[in-house]
């Protein structure tokens, strides 16, 4: 059962446009979400994240947007870059529960290529 | 650079050895996380530890076997092995494991291959 979805294998945008990336999930019981970006032989970084009482939250070219009705989650990079080119991991966790034993875990989807083209 | 330390960075090893993974991050983070990460999938999470003690293990076999000497360092011991283990295991650190919304911090991982 896949908690959080990333429907979109690949993407592939021109340097200099806008590049969204989006993400769904199902648990009603998440509360604060997260992009990662992810190059080859490196462990994910993160980017930006947002918890459920915000709907946008802003960093430099990212922009994360959350729809709590719709369990729909995107990122959106404004001006993308050729160095953007790389696997984009949204993921989830309930925090609502401090201690308990879901806390602090992390839910990943599945993951989408971004390719940025000069 | 990445904030969290792994070594080694990769491993191969036969399925009767015993190695182990070790992790280490100065942030003063209070919460670390053992990750396993197969090819073309996500992250999955193995176990994590709050305040040097375990909190949550996802039903890890006991071939898999976490340590948390002090609150900087992370060890994964390592013991008979299957080829199926095979993967990328990732470290990661967040600040308080008692506090929400915080986000996890990653190492670039070991990628370990058995024989």
């Known amino acids: 059962d896949q908690q959080v979805k990333q429907n979109s294998p690949s993407l592939s945008v021109q340097e200099g446009r806008i590049s969204i990336l989006n993400c769904d999930y199902t648990?009603?019981?998440?509360?604060?979400f997260l992009w990662y970006k992810k190059y080859p032989a490196e462990g994910p970084t993160f980017l930006i994240s947002i918890s459920s009482i915000k709907d946008k939250n802003e960093d430099g070219r990212f922009t994360v947007f959350l729809n709590k009705s719709a369990k729909h989650l995107s990122l959106h990079i404004v001006p993308s870059q050729p160095g953007d080119s790389a696997v984009y991991f949204c993921a989830a966790s309930d925090d609502s529960n401090a201690g308990g034993t879901s806390y602090g875990k992390l839910t990943f989807g599945q993951g989408t290529i971004l390719t940025v083209h000069p | 650079d990445t904030e969290v330390t792994q070594t080694p960075k990769h491993l191969v090893m036969g399925m009767t050895n015993k190695k182990s993974l070790k992790c280490e991050q100065h942030?003063?983070?209070?919460?670390m996380y053992w990750y396993k990460q197969k090819a073309k999938k996500p992250p999955e999470l193995m176990f994590v530890y709050s305040y040097e003690k375990l909190s949550i293990n996802e039903s890890v076999p006991s071939r898999f076997s976490p340590e948390c000497p002090n609150s900087s360092l992370l060890n994964l011991h390592l013991h008979a092995l299957q080829p199926e283990d095979s993967a990328l295991y990732l470290c990661?650190?967040?600040?308080?494991?008692?506090?929400?919304?915080?986000?996890?911090?990653f190492g670039d991982g070991t990628r370990l291959s058995i024989l």
């Open positions: 942030m003063g983070h209070r919460a």
């Open positions: 990661a650190s967040s600040q308080d494991p008692y506090r929400g919304n915080q986000p996890q911090h």
């Open positions: 648990n009603s019981m998440f509360d604060y």
